[in-house]
């Protein structure tokens, strides 16, 4: 079983990035996945995260109106799109996935972890 993220990179406030998060060896549709973020010194928080059907959406006020998670279970890829960068967006951005939208959300029994992407915002 594999997360794999992808899309990080070096941008300028202001500016946008899509990350995607590519699943193989499960059954993605049947997953809640969300997007974590950690910046150096800091704790891990949870940024954005949808429920399987894509019907249910969780996004933290620190990036209300600018970051949208998507899926497209058919390609077992979620994607997040992130506009207006700011450098407080700085941070490895991870892909999870949880069979329980609600422990997803909670940060615990986590089923499965993508490897991380770095997302810089220069200012």
């Known amino acids: 079983v594999q997360l794999q993220a992808s899309g990080g990179g070096l941008v300028q406030t202001g500016g946008s990035l899509r990350l995607s998060c590519a699943a193989s060896?499960?059954?993605?549709?049947?997953?809640?996945v969300g997007w974590f973020r950690q910046a150096p010194g800091k704790e891990r928080e949870l940024v954005v995260a949808?429920?399987?059907?894509?019907?249910?959406?969780y996004d933290a006020d620190s990036v209300k109106g600018r970051f949208t998670i998507s899926r497209d279970n058919a390609k077992n890829t979620v994607y997040l799109q992130m506009n207006s960068l700011k450098p407080g967006d700085t941070a490895v951005y991870y892909c999870?996935?949880?069979?329980?939208?609600?422990?997803?959300?909670?940060?615990?029994?986590?089923?499965?972890w993508g490897q991380g992407t770095q997302v810089t915002v220069s200012s």
């Open positions: 999870a996935a949880a069979i329980n939208y609600g422990n997803l959300v909670a940060g615990r029994e986590i089923d499965y």
């Open positions: 060896g499960i059954t993605f549709r049947n997953y809640a």
């Open positions: 949808i429920g399987w059907s894509g019907g249910i959406a």
